[in-house]
């Protein structure tokens, strides 16, 4: 642990979902730090609680046992204080507004001046690199390019903290390493604490300062990797030793917790 204040921690974290077929428990005793300007990664299998995590942090969801803090405050708290942007798997965008009025919406729920909603549509164009798009309709937008508009919409109240549960899951190989380097420069520009829910070992090792390996029923963290790689990332770096390396364990820590199901 260090000795700087975490912007998120969770300590005996428990979730337990009331079902018809009895409770599910989605995270059991879950402790993790996340640091300020990490980027961490969440990986595990289908049912794993990558997913609930993220909304407990966005106050969701309601833990049934544990805490835990955002910015040193309750998720609730944190929320009303719009503490994060959400990105979800699917962009979400309304097909009547065009790219700009989509990003516009929550600002204009909020009560921005229009002038300040322009202004901040104009910056987070800028950082997802899609300036002299905001008058394009999302139809008009590649698969990739409406990803990027959503993870403007979620950059437009500047937040510190971006939630990002599997914004890429959808797109073909080539899109989502374009994406991953966007991601990466857009992080790093901006200095922002990122979690980032993954099915990919490749794109977590890329992406992450931090890997959280998850495992299922009950949901728990089974390992967390402090990835060695430096911040400067080129697509090639997947072809290093290191790279291979922090992939290997992080496949290891999955078989480790499907052997726990059997
Ligand atoms: N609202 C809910 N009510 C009941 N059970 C739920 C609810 N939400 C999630 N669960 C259960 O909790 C467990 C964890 O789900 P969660 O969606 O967090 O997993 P995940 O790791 O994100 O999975 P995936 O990779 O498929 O998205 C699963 O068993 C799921 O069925």
Request: proline share 6%; aromatic share 8%; hydrophobic share 40%.
């Amino acid at each position: 642990m260090t000795e700087t204040n975490p912007v998120i921690s969770a300590r005996n974290l428990d979730l337990v979902f009331q079902t018809n077929d009895g409770p599910v428990q989605a995270l059991k005793d879950v402790a993790l730090d996340i640091e300020k300007g990490d980027f961490v990664s969440f990986i595990g299998p289908s049912g794993c609680g990558k997913t609930t995590f993220l909304r407990v942090i966005a106050a969701l969801e309601h833990p049934t046992g544990g805490t835990v803090t955002v910015n040193g405050m309750t998720p609730d708290e944190a929320r009303r204080q719009r503490a994060y942007g959400y990105v979800f798997q699917a962009a979400g965008l309304f097909p009547w507004r065009t790219i700009a009025r989509n990003i516009k919406l929550p600002l204009e729920i909020m009560g921005f001046s229009r002038a300040e909603q322009d202004e901040r549509v104009e910056r987070v164009l800028k950082l997802v690199d899609l300036d002299g798009f905001g008058e394009k309709y999302p139809w008009q937008l590649s698969g990739g390019m409406q990803q990027r508009a959503s993870i403007a919409r979620a950059l437009a109240f500047d937040a510190d903290i971006l939630l990002m549960d599997e914004p890429f899951g959808a797109l073909d190989e080539i899109v989502r390493d374009h994406l991953n380097e966007q991601l990466l420069a857009l992080w790093e520009r901006t200095g922002k604490t990122i979690c980032f829910v993954t099915h990919s070992i490749p794109e977590a090792v890329y992406l992450s300062t931090k890997i959280v390996v998850m495992s299922p029923r009950p949901g728990r963290i089974t390992d967390v990797i402090e990835s060695p790689l430096p911040k400067e990332r080129p697509l090639d770096i997947r072809d290093t030793p290191e790279f291979l390396e922090i992939a290997h364990r992080v496949r290891e820590g999955l078989r480790a917790g499907h052997a726990y199901d059997d």
